[in-house]
């Protein structure tokens, strides 16, 4: 099993797949790849990913891209990591939540890209305002559904897309009291960014 990532300080999309595998226990090989090289960057990834995106999972003759994809095809292969938990009303509710951090948030995103280096306070606009309002009800309304720790129980997929949010939060000084958060959310940003698995991450990017 390999898995190809790019810069570990800005490559949000590798985080999420890296820390689903890294969950698994299971070992693996890293081929890391430097981002924001123009044509050369693009052309290394191509002899990875048919994309020309990463991230990419290698498995023996199987090329698996997209980190929804990836971090799916992770909880099939490895079914007693528990990626997923086995009630069907928590999972489709996960999956859910990944799905619409997979395809949306696009002012956040833009606005505030993943910088694990950076520590500043900034302004942020309306549009990127609404889409953080909209993940603190979301991290609130599954919180308080399940109780925690995370957002479906014990920690998932889900948890592993919104990690990358949790930084760009942290690194752009945004306080979720200001968006309709009543601590939990915070705490649970928190949360996320003192797992082992995001803490190996983080020392590798900085390093």
Request: charged share 25%; proline share 5%.
């Amino acid at each position: 099993m390999e898995i190809v990532v790019g810069t570990k300080k800005w490559s949000s999309w590798s985080m999420r797949p890296w820390l689903a595998l890294k969950h698994t226990g299971e070992p693996f090989a890293e081929t890391l790849i430097e981002l924001r090289r123009a044509e050369r960057s693009e052309a290394e990834i191509r002899r990875h990913s048919p994309s020309g995106l990463v991230p990419a999972l290698k498995d023996g003759d199987l090329t698996v891209w997209d980190s929804l994809a990836i971090c799916e095809y992770l909880a099939e292969r490895y079914p007693a990591a528990r990626l997923w938990p086995d009630d069907p009303a928590a999972r489709a509710l996960g999956r859910s939540a990944a799905a619409e951090m997979h395809s949306g948030f696009a002012s956040l995103r833009g606005e505030c890209p993943m910088e694990l280096d950076t520590r500043k306070t900034v302004e942020i606009s309306e549009a990127t305002q609404a889409n953080v309002r909209r993940i603190v009800e979301l991290w609130t309304q599954l919180l308080t559904r399940f109780g925690g720790p995370f957002l479906i129980g014990e920690w998932s997929i889900a948890d592993a897309f919104y990690t990358p949010v949790a930084t760009r939060f942290r690194s752009y000084g945004i306080d979720l009291a200001d968006h309709g958060d009543d601590s939990r959310c915070a705490a649970y940003a928190e949360r996320l960014l003192q797992t082992p698995e995001y803490l190996e991450w983080e020392r590798a990017a900085l390093s």
